[in-house]
């Protein structure tokens, strides 16, 4: 599983982590959703849509683990081509979430230094999240923290919530971490024997 995939199936079920990794207030009836763009096939996965006729903005999400040095040309070309198709009537953000400013791209155009500055894109370095603390956030931290970090997370995760989606998640997040691991191993190495009964665990060896 790709780590962008992970992401958006985590932003599908708990819609309320975007405002978390944003600091702000949640707002009901956002739903994360994917939308076909009628050129080349393109399909835009990251769309943070609010519920219909809502004044509140529509967010376009991006999660970039690889450099790309044309990364914002790509995503701002694909921002603007859904807004020419879709012509929506709210405001609109653009949200580009990196493990850490490593990742992201040093020598910006001047276009895109405006609307960085101006607030229109924002950028959200996952490394220096550590001031906020929940069962979400603590999932993307499983995700991004070092291997040897892992079993503290998944602890301070547990503590911290019986909700069984998340706990279903850990166990996504670890296959895709810990891809040599098998099913059993994972169990023992993080003492999650209720995560027999999830899916990942059930489907591990068919795929």
Same mark, same amino acid.
């Given at each position: ?10 932003? @599908? ?7 978390? !990794? ?50 914002? %040309? @790509?995503?701002?070309? #694909? ?5 020419? @198709? ?5 405001? %609109? ?11 992201? /791209? ?7 230094? =405006? ?5 229109? /894109? ?5 490394? *220096?999240? &550590? ?15 070092? #291997? ?5 997370? /998944? ?6 919530? &019986?909700? $069984? ?21 994972? $169990?023992?190495?993080?003492?999650? $024997?209720? !995560?027999? @009964?999830?899916? /990942?665990?059930? =489907?591990?060896?068919? *795929?």
């Amino acid at each position: 599983m790709k780590t962008d995939t992970l992401f958006y199936k985590i932003f @599908q079920t708990f819609p309320q982590l975007v405002f978390q !990794l944003l600091d702000r207030d949640v707002v009901p009836g956002y739903a994360f959703t994917s939308v076909e763009v009628k050129e080349k096939g393109f399909r835009f996965d990251g769309i943070f849509a609010p519920p219909p006729a809502s004044s509140e903005p529509i967010y376009f999400i991006e999660v970039q683990f690889q450099f790309n040095p044309d990364f914002y %040309w @790509q995503f701002l070309s #694909e921002i603007f081509l859904y807004l020419n @198709q879709q012509k929506p009537q709210q405001n %609109w953000q653009a949200v580009a979430i990196f493990p850490s400013a490593r990742q992201d /791209v040093k020598e910006l155009a001047s276009i895109h230094q =405006e609307l960085i500055n101006s607030g229109r /894109v924002v950028r959200i370095y996952l490394d *220096e999240i &550590t001031d906020r603390v929940s069962p979400e956030l603590g999932m993307i931290k499983l995700i991004t923290c070092r #291997e040897e970090e892992a079993v503290g997370v /998944v602890k301070e995760i547990r503590s911290s919530t &019986t909700d $069984e989606d998340i706990i279903r998640f850990i166990g996504d997040i670890l296959f895709y971490k810990f891809p040599k691991l098998s099913r059993r191993e994972i $169990e023992i190495m993080f003492a999650l $024997e209720d !995560l027999r @009964q999830t899916k /990942v665990f059930q =489907e591990a060896k068919d *795929e």
